[in-house]
């Protein structure tokens, strides 16, 4: 039986697992809103494909959050302040893309939309590289001290080769996810050409991969004592890769988009079994680590949480389904065009 | 300045900005569904036609309210760390709740209803737009759960250093949190009702599509002044709490530095010497303080000077008194918006009742105009009486302000977000107040011609007939 600490874990890596499967995708399709679209028709397409969905997307990354706060407040008072910086900066990007999508429609000039679409394109590329790198971070270990203050130096202990390697594969894997997304939510042209260009990154996102999970064995120490169960995990994750080579060759666009949604499902669950039993690695002294218990809240609060997130989940994750039932007809040109 | 002050500001400015848009989006959205059920229930477009338009004002604002809403959450652990790390056991809770109850649920359903016009039966579009409404209710409660654990610590026990729960239930029947809920939400729905009457207003006077702005002015005045009562009397229920509760806030609300007569009377103004603890120029109302504090024309209420003492006694030498000016000015700010909007909204109810609502009361509808104002004025101030008068405590009795700050931010790291925060805040205030301006003065019935070519290009529609889109 999982302990109450161990639950919660889980639950934290499912909620950012499902973030990532999720919001990744809407990332990806924001991130194609400037490289993909020709015109602006297309790229209001692209938009109203991810229209209904990408803000409760996001509300994943958000009760991941409140989900560290009342299990491991520790954890999150560890790693929101020393992740100052960068966080700053992803709520900036958070900020700016969630307006735009609903600012852009709403006035019809070049300019107007222009300004909006930077905003959208970068408010969708620098999340994934962010979060990639704080995460790339959380297993190489982190310059926390006794008293589990985290004083990390913006470059070095953050931004550094390995982290950024980890920051680029995230950014890639979410504009690959976004692109099959797009190829079940659109059609004709656009279609075609997403799927194109999934395939032509497909290369360049497995030097990433290979090259991130290189680094990973070198740069970290998770491998220790679990190196079988993570190598098949990195086994699967790359079977899962291939797979969707196979299924975007074939244009089986529903399996690819699973199996591009799979990579990034593994990749985040290889981080924190990469993590378990800390949820903080100290780069100073491994006495200072955070753990699932110094980092908890007491018992009666994770019996309480516990009571009341597994009866609302099944309720969360039942609407969420059937939003994705009621607008599955793919979007075009001649669409009602909500943004 | 120091990382405290420097953290103080950011958390403030963020905060204020924050709570302009969360209390139109409550109010709003709940004027909407009503607008909508009305279009289930009596089947005229004109209602539909209400919910769409004032479904465009609420969007923008709902926009803005959810993503400033992300750094609320953020902002605990990123500059209040040490504070997470002592509260966390209780306090992470409600949000985590909040996340799960209600921003899934907001962020769902509001997606159906943006774009299940044509997807969802009425009728389960209308339950989309409650479903909506119940969610913002529902965050507005968690949040204020934990906010009321600041003001009244209950439920938990210092263990580890640190407080922990052990009473769930004592957390979400707080009596802090009994009162301080309603009165929000009341507000919430009057800051809501009096956008749409002050915009209903504009559009009179301007004798631009008058049946369409009467109809939604007389629903909104309703419910403009059941609230505006609704928050006025709970906030009488507050005060009585306070003094209970929260001695020295009420004192410095009521600028009292020596403990009063009996029976107490209200200050209504007053020059406030912080430095001397002492006032001039008092303007007073006999019995009022009393009757504010018990609900009856007796009772003395006790001043700063001697709860400081007490305080210094119970836990150990510092300054426990609050900033004794801004706590003041804002409870006065707060109440006199409160009453003009009472006065306001029942002649307004008057006038509806009365079928008068037209351009003869150009004063009237100015008033209304500027009304828009108010209520966020008075939440503003509201929330500064609050928080302020709690100083220098962060949580009431268990923690200060100025320990709570994480340790491991420097200043300058604050510095450069509060620039980034406002300066990006600044444009979406002005981008928005732009957008709001626009969808106003093109009216409801501006996309008429547009939505048809929309509606008829849709070819799953039976009678469709494919054409591009024009924009």
């Not at chain 1, 809103?33 to 990408?54: H, M, Q």
């Not at chain 1, 270990?141 to 202990?157: N, S, T, V």
């Amino acid at each position: 039986m999982l302990s109450l600490n161990e639950l919660w874990f889980v639950l934290v890596a499912v909620l950012f697992i499902g973030f990532f499967f999720l919001e990744g995708f809407d990332f990806g399709v924001g991130m194609s809103t400037g490289i993909l679209a020709k015109n602006d028709t297309e790229r209001r397409v692209l938009i109203n494909s991810i229209g209904p969905f990408w803000d409760a997307n996001e509300v994943w990354l958000l009760t991941a959050g409140g989900a560290m706060f009342a299990a491991f407040p520790n954890w999150y008072a560890t790693l929101f302040s020393g992740f100052y910086t960068p966080l700053v900066l992803l709520l900036l990007a958070l900020i700016g893309r969630g307006v735009a999508f609903e600012f852009r429609g709403k006035v019809q000039t070049a300019a107007w939309k222009k300004t909006w679409d930077v905003v959208i394109f970068t408010g969708s590329l620098l999340p994934p590289l962010l979060l990639g790198v704080v995460f790339a971070d959380l297993i190489r270990g982190l310059p926390i001290d006794q008293a589990m203050e985290m004083k990390a130096g913006f470059f070095g202990d953050i931004v550094n080769l390995y982290s950024v390697v980890g920051g680029l594969t995230m950014v890639v894997l979410c504009l690959v996810h976004g692109l099959m997304f797009t190829t079940l939510r659109v059609t004709g042209d656009l279609q075609a050409r997403a799927r194109r260009l999934a395939e032509m990154l497909l290369a360049p996102l497995a030097v990433l991969i290979a090259a991130f999970g290189a680094m990973t064995y070198f740069e970290t120490d998770i491998f220790e004592g679990r190196a079988f169960l993570l190598t098949v995990m990195g086994v699967v994750i790359a079977a899962a890769y291939v797979l969707a080579a196979v299924f975007i060759a074939k244009r089986r666009d529903g399996w690819a988009f699973g199996m591009t949604g799979a990579v990034i499902a593994l990749t985040i669950a290889f981080f924190f079994t990469g993590l378990f039993p800390n949820v903080m690695i100290s780069s100073i002294d491994q006495a200072f680590n955070l753990t699932l218990t110094n980092a908890a809240s007491g018992p009666y609060s994770l019996k309480v949480m516990t009571i009341v997130a597994l009866s609302l989940l099944p309720f969360v994750l039942g609407y969420q389904i059937w939003s994705y039932f009621v607008f599955h007809k793919r979007v075009h040109e001649q669409s009602h065009l909500e943004y | 300045m120091d990382v405290v002050m420097l953290s103080r500001i950011q958390f403030a400015a963020t905060t204020i900005f924050h709570f302009f848009f969360v209390p139109l989006s409550i109010g709003l959205v709940f004027t909407i569904a009503i607008m909508e059920t009305m279009y289930v229930v009596k089947g005229k477009e004109e209602y539909k036609r209400m919910a769409k338009f004032w479904g465009k004002l609420f969007l923008i604002n709902f926009a803005v309210g959810v993503v400033t809403g992300i750094l609320q959450e953020f902002q605990f652990g990123m500059n209040w760390s040490a504070y997470s790390r002592f509260v966390g056991d209780v306090f992470g809770a409600p949000l985590a709740i909040e996340a799960l109850l209600a921003f899934f649920l907001e962020s769902t359903f509001i997606g159906l209803w943006i774009f299940g016009w044509e997807r969802l039966s009425k009728k389960v579009h209308m339950i989309c737009i409650w479903l909506v409404a119940f969610g913002t209710v529902m965050s507005a409660f968690w949040i204020l759960a934990a906010n009321s654990f600041m003001q009244r610590p209950v439920g938990y026990t210092i263990h580890n250093g640190r407080a922990e729960m052990n009473d769930f239930l004592a957390l979400i029947t707080n009596g802090q949190l009994l009162l301080e809920f309603p009165h929000t939400i009341l507000a919430a729905f009057m800051t809501g009702a009096f956008l749409v009457t002050g915009v209903s207003a504009y559009k009179l006077l301007k004798k631009q599509d008058t049946a369409f702005f009467k109809k939604s002015f007389a629903i909104a005045v309703i419910i403009g002044l059941v609230s505006s009562i609704g928050v006025a009397l709970v906030g009488h229920q507050q005060a009585q709490y306070l003094v209970k509760t929260q001695p020295m806030k009420m004192a410095a609300t009521e600028a009292l530095w020596e403990t009063s007569s009996d029976p107490a009377p209200w200050t209504v103004t007053a020059f406030i010497d912080t430095k001397n603890q002492t006032n001039t120029g008092e303007f007073q109302i006999p019995y009022l303080l009393s009757f504010l504090s018990y609900s009856k024309f007796s009772g003395e209420v006790t001043g700063m000077k001697e709860l400081q003492s007490q305080y210094e006694q119970q836990y150990g030498p510092g300054d426990y008194i609050p900033p004794v000016r801004t706590t003041f000015w804002s409870f006065r700010i707060m109440v006199a918006s409160g009453s003009l909007l009472i006065v306001l909204s029942l002649y307004g109810v008057y006038l509806a009742a009365r079928k008068k609502l037209d351009n003869r009361n150009t004063w009237f509808m100015r008033l209304m105009l500027f009304a828009i104002s108010l209520p966020f004025i008075a939440n503003t101030s509201g929330w500064i009486m609050t928080e302020i008068g709690r100083q220098p405590w962060t949580v009431f009795g268990l923690m200060t302000t100025a320990d709570g700050v994480s340790p491991s931010v420097t200043a300058g790291q604050v510095l450069f977000s509060i620039i980034a925060f406002t300066a990006i805040y600044a444009i979406l205030a002005v981008v928005m107040v732009y957008l709001f301006v626009r969808v106003i003065k093109k009216g409801p019935y501006a996309d008429n011609a547009t939505q048809k070519s929309y509606e008829s290009a849709d070819p799953f529609d039976k009678e469709g007939v494919p054409h591009a889109v024009s924009q």
